[in-house]
């Protein structure tokens, strides 16, 4: 289950985050390309744009 306490400082702020569980499965992106990108060089996603 995903952690508050382990999100990834990428993420924007708000309710929704990848934490370090993320294992780079590209789910997220592929979904909802236009809320997540990845980051190369930790290899996992991020939430980058929230719909308001």
């Not at 499965?25 to 390309?33: G, N, S, Y």
Request: hydrophobic fraction near 30%; include cysteine.
């Amino acid at each position: 289950m995903a952690d508050a306490a382990n999100k990834y400082a990428e993420n924007v702020a708000g309710k929704f985050y990848v934490d370090d569980q993320c294992i780079d499965c590209d789910l997220c992106r592929e979904t909802a390309p236009a809320n997540f990108k990845r980051n190369d060089d930790g290899g996992h996603s991020y939430v980058y744009k929230l719909n308001r």
